[in-house]
């Protein structure tokens, strides 16, 4: 288990908080860690800073994510990685997708070249706003408390998906799934960044797989070509004892 | 040259994958299987669903991994669904069941049957879920009462897997040798500190140690109850390379599983494998893999 002291604590939103601490590990873009809060659990966090410090921000859930949000400068994060298959890095135009708590993991991803667009429930949950420094930045709420009223799947053809060299999408699976199908005709230049419950991060237990895949090992990110091929992306999934869901869209 | 006959059951070659490890989901049993997996064994199945222990459920060390992953799985009547995918890969797929009482694991293996599993795996040995797993397997009457009851109503074969964690194997394995084969052995039982938070690492505090570190100790019992029982044995623990799988051969095994050795090498751990014992037997003249199941056994 690594171990590093909190450098700095920004609240983000309400209910979201970014901490900053010092590893000179090298991580790209859409790995994760497996960040270990003792006498709560451990549970996966996208790196939304991999540079120099890094940083992971929390939006509370359940017991270590709240026990972490509690965390400030000096107190001690332990975890495990970096884990997971990155995202392709280009130089060329980007258009960056990400919902909710999505916008964590392609924080990292962001620069001139890139069009970005952050949709939440409602205005309070928008993180990173007035921070991301990007070409160009579309706000979406689906209450229309802020930027546009509405989801990311009705507004992408507005902003010519077909332009960009490279999609970048990350968020609930109901929303990565509905702009999937938005994105018709499009089979390659498009990630998505995909979650299942996450137990060992290593590859062994299971939970965290999709066709056959285990997301922690070969995932999170995956390409546009291979999800319009699953059986499961957007359909079924298994909760923690294993128990095939279906996916609510 | 490869294939061979496991109590009845045809494995196109002795490696099987072992219950726990990347078995709950159909579409990944089936990868596995498509992967070079002869025959899949699925996690322990009990009567309701289990969520298991939250994380951390794994501590990794240089020789091996420390679980408590807790049992979690879907309940008898949900895992269908995922037998029949994995199924889809026409090779064999053996349903582990877990219980506390003989009739318990009677209405779970018959549930199984009813699934047209290839066989059942009983879990005699899981060392970290209070009240079933090893706490069942460590008492040799019940567990000849569990073996007797399930090979008295069903008619597919019935593998007892065994603890290491007890003061006599040899006295369980004797109680379970009306079993169609013995899986020796399950992990063994212990834990890890984190030394700069000061406490257990794993939320269930203890887990069950496997990989490379307890390849000796699964060796020296799969030699000891074949030697002294001589009954069929699937040999698992620390299974990594093909000079592995064959040292377990010739200690007395007839089969053998894989499961900590995907978490460094990956699904295809199992084609690789497999074709390192082809070459051994191919340089040693060895003309079936049948040959060498407890050669070593003096």
């Known amino acids: ?249 | 040259m490869l294939s061979q006959s496991v109590a009845g059951i045809v494995l196109e070659s002795p490696l099987m994958l072992a219950s726990g490890i990347l078995d709950q989901n159909g579409y990944t049993m089936k990868r596995v299987l498509e992967s070079g997996a002869a025959a899949v064994v699925t996690k322990s199945i009990g009567v309701e669903p289990r969520e298991g222990y939250f994380p951390p459920i794994v501590s990794v060390f240089e020789g091996g991994l420390l679980n408590a992953v807790g049992l979690s799985n879907p309940g008898i009547i949900h895992i269908g669904t995922e037998i029949s995918i994995a199924k889809e890969a026409g090779k064999p797929v053996i349903g582990s069941i877990f219980g506390a009482t003989p009739d318990e694991f009677l209405r779970l293996g018959s549930a199984m049957e009813d699934m047209k599993v290839s066989g059942v795996e009983l879990n005699l040995s899981c060392p970290h879920v209070k009240g079933v797993g090893a706490e069942v397997g460590s008492d040799p009457a019940l567990v000849k009462q569990i073996v007797s009851t399930l090979k008295g109503s069903l008619s597919i074969p019935v593998f007892s897997k065994l603890s290491p964690n007890v003061s006599s194997v040899l006295e369980i394995a004797t109680a379970a040798s009306d079993s169609d084969g013995l899986v020796l052995i399950n992990t063994v039982k212990g834990m890890a500190v984190d030394i700069y938070a000061r406490r257990p690492v794993l939320s269930n505090m203890y887990g069950g140690l496997s990989g490379p570190a307890i390849k000796p100790v699964g060796i020296r019992y799969v030699y000891e109850v074949k030697k002294e029982l001589d009954p069929v044995i699937i040999g698992v623990g620390g299974i990594e390379t093909a000079d592995d799988a064959i040292e377990y051969m010739m200690a007395g095994a007839s089969a053998v599983q894989i499961g900590t050795a995907l978490m460094k090498h990956g699904i295809s751990v199992f084609s690789t494998i497999k074709k390192g014992v082809a070459e051994f037997l191919e340089k040693e003249g060895i003309k079936s893999v049948s040959e060498i199941v407890g050669v070593a056994v003096q």
Request: positive net charge.
């Open chain 1, 1 to 249: 288990m690594i171990h590093s002291q909190i450098l700095e604590r920004i609240q983000e939103t309400p209910s979201t908080v970014t901490l900053k601490f010092d590893w000179i590990e090298k991580v790209l873009p859409g790995q994760f860690i497996m960040i270990w809060v003792p006498g709560q659990g451990e549970i996966p966090m996208s790196m939304s800073f991999t540079g120099k410090p890094k940083g992971i921000t929390v939006k509370a859930y359940g017991p270590p994510s709240r026990q972490l949000q509690q965390m400030g400068r000096g107190d001690t994060l332990y975890f495990r990685g970096p884990y997971g298959v990155p995202f392709t890095e280009i130089r060329g135009a980007k258009l960056i997708v990400g919902a909710g708590s999505g916008i964590a993991s392609l924080l990292p991803l962001v620069d001139r070249n890139s069009t970005v667009m952050v949709s939440a429930k409602t205005e309070s949950d928008l993180i990173y706003r007035g921070k991301i420094n990007a070409k160009r930045i579309i706000y979406l709420t689906d209450d229309g408390t802020y930027g546009i009223k509405g989801f990311p799947d009705q507004v992408i053809k507005d902003v010519h998906p077909d332009d960009f060299e490279y999609i970048y999408v990350c968020g609930p699976e109901a929303m990565m799934y509905k702009v999937l199908l938005a994105l018709k005709g499009r089979n390659d230049r498009a990630e998505f960044s995909l979650e299942r419950s996450m137990k060992c991060g290593i590859g062994i237990c299971d939970s965290c797989s999709i066709d056959g895949i285990q997301l922690c090992r070969e995932g999170p990110v995956r390409g546009i070509g291979w999800l319009r091929e699953s059986k499961e992306f957007g359909m079924t999934k298994l909760d923690r004892s294993g128990r095939r869901v279906r996916i609510e869209l």
